[in-house]
């Protein structure tokens, strides 16, 4: 499955928050996220993000798709995090 994950946390949580989503999925933007997680890595993410988060403040946003050939993605200026993996 194909995800886009936002977040907005608070300043003292950010950095655990980055460091748990790099785990799983590609930085492409300040607080966004996006790649290919299978149902249990989405759910396991999910669990660990809540553990972060102080829900009376924070915020996770999720948008997940079956795969990235049914988005469009169009970049202006400078891409921040290129999702190209290549050896």
Known sequence: MYIIL????????VGKM???CRRYLHWIQ????EGDLSSLDLKKL???AAH???KS???????SSRNNKYLYKEILGKEK???DNFL
């Open 52 to 54: 972060i988060m102080d």
């Open 46 to 48: 999910k669990q660990e």
């Open 30 to 33: 300040n607080s966004v996220f």
């Open 57 to 63: 403040h924070d915020s996770l946003i999720i948008f």
């Open 18 to 20: 980055l460091k748990l």
């Open 6 to 13: 936002v977040y907005d946390i608070g300043e003292k949580r």
């Open 81 to 83: 995090g290129p999702t």
